[in-house]
């Protein structure tokens, strides 16, 4: 791998350094001990109940024919399609008849796979209840194993090579987050933990881990951890002043009713907030990372920029962050639910009902929570990184004095000069009816 051309940020001052490391490390220590404490000690594995086994197998021959009139139907509704009609020859690969040639229909109805000559599908044994010795097998659906393979290993090459080591550090954090969700998140949440607690635990543990893993221990990761971790507070309290004032139970989803019938203990309301916080983390971590980096690098192309010039200038840039971001946001949130919210179209009730009902009042409070510790992540963190790098700055003033030699100058880039030239104040008449039309904040 090619090395990392990104430019490391100026070292910052032993005094700087003890305060973050002062306040990170006792958060560092209270989250590790309150996942300690919730941890779940139950890790039973999951009842397998009466789940008929399931083996691969090659389809070898597919034979179809025409399908048998369907009855009249009593009463008028909307027409069932009834094919295709026909068998399959499967050649199964695993199970008691590995290498058998066996017979069964092909697959019909709403949602039914369509299988073709050389297909690689999955078997399901059904056992005649009154004949225990008597089988017979059926098609479930596609393997998917290969395809989903060559998939994650695209993505991972593409991010090692684009990113380098950067993006190997960021596959090791994606594999760290999916390791703390499935042995710390769930588990607790099924063992009948607080589901708020245990995401908000959980999140600031992924956090820890990914951002420095993926950044490095510094400053400016520093500053993003705290900005972050405050954003995550802020949206669980967010949500749970709006969850509480809208009255939203929780059941406002097919897959949270059908869970209340086999877990009985879990707590959907705090299940609605834990997905909240887990939802937001991703975006959070990525404004914070971006408003630390943008106060650093123009604190290292201009030095002569106060607290003040560095806070505003950063905010522009997080403006414009948070005004793409809202949208994507809102429209993960619509893709996902899509099926629904196409259903919901052909409902006759009216707008105003449809938009208060449970599952999209559900869905509209997600949206504004997000969004709302979305925003404050912006001025958080930016004001953070801006007194970070301010106080070392007149720290290093403070040890060396004014007869201290000034350091070398930096190579000029054409970075550097981009950043130079956007912070120089324009002059001039021209210059000055261009910022009236333009900008309204005052120049830099």
Not at 48 to 57: Q, V
Not at 111 to 137: K, M, N, Q, R
Not at 183 to 194: E, H, K, M, N, R
Not at 215 to 228: D, E, K, R
Request: glycine share 8%; aromatic share 4%.
């Amino acid at each position: 791998m090619g090395a990392d051309h990104t430019r490391p940020a100026p070292s910052t001052p032993p005094r700087v350094r003890r305060i973050l490391v002062a306040t990170v490390v006792p958060l560092l220590l209270a989250t590790l001990a309150t996942a300690v404490a919730l941890w779940p000690s139950d890790t039973r594995a999951a009842d397998p109940g009466t789940e008929p086994p399931r083996y691969h197998g090659t389809v070898t021959k597919v034979v179809t024919e025409p399908c048998p009139p369907a009855p009249e139907p009593l009463e008028p509704g909307p027409a069932t399609d009834t094919g295709p009609c026909g068998e399959i020859t499967v050649r199964v690969e695993q199970g008691p008849d590995a290498g058998r040639q066996i017979n069964t229909p092909i697959p019909a109805g709403p949602g039914a796979p369509h299988v073709a000559l050389g297909d690689e599908i999955i078997l399901v044994e059904l056992t005649d209840p009154t004949d225990p010795t008597t089988s017979t097998y059926t098609i479930a659906e596609h393997q998917r194993g290969k395809p989903l393979l060559w998939l994650v290993a695209l993505f991972a090459a593409a991010i090692v090579a684009f990113g380098r080591w950067r993006g190997l550090a960021a596959l090791a954090g994606l594999a760290a987050s999916f390791a703390v969700l499935l042995t710390f998140v769930l588990p607790g949440i099924s063992a009948g933990q607080s589901p708020l607690l245990v995401a908000v635990v959980g999140a600031a543990l992924i956090m820890f881990v990914v951002l420095y893993l993926t950044h490095g221990v510094t400053a400016q990761t520093s500053v993003a951890v705290l900005g972050t971790l405050g954003s995550l507070i802020l949206t669980g309290l967010l949500g749970t002043l709006a969850t509480a004032t809208t009255r939203l139970t929780g059941y406002g989803s097919e897959e949270a009713i059908t869970l209340s019938m086999f877990q009985t203990n879990v707590d959907l309301h705090g299940l609605l907030l834990a997905g909240i916080i887990i939802g937001s983390l991703g975006v959070l971590d990525d404004v914070t990372v971006t408003q630390a980096a943008t106060v650093t690098e123009l604190a290292t192309a201009n030095p002569g920029l106060s607290r003040r010039q560095l806070y505003r200038s950063a905010t522009r840039v997080g403006r414009a962050h948070i005004a793409s971001t809202v949208n994507t946001i809102v429209l993960a949130y619509a893709g996902a639910s899509l099926p629904v919210l196409l259903l919901l179209t052909a409902d006759s009730r009216p707008v105003s009902q449809i938009l208060t009902s449970e599952f999209l009042a559900q869905e509209i409070v997600r949206s504004a929570v997000a969004t709302l510790g979305l925003i404050a992540a912006v001025p958080l963190t930016t004001g953070l990184a801006a007194i970070v790098t301010t106080a070392g700055r007149h720290a290093e003033k403070q040890l060396g004095g004014n007869t201290a030699a000034a350091p070398p100058p930096r190579p000029r880039t054409a970075r550097v000069e981009a950043l130079e030239a956007l912070s120089t104040p324009r002059t001039g008449p021209v210059a000055r009816a261009i910022d009236r039309d333009r900008n309204t904040e005052e120049p830099w």
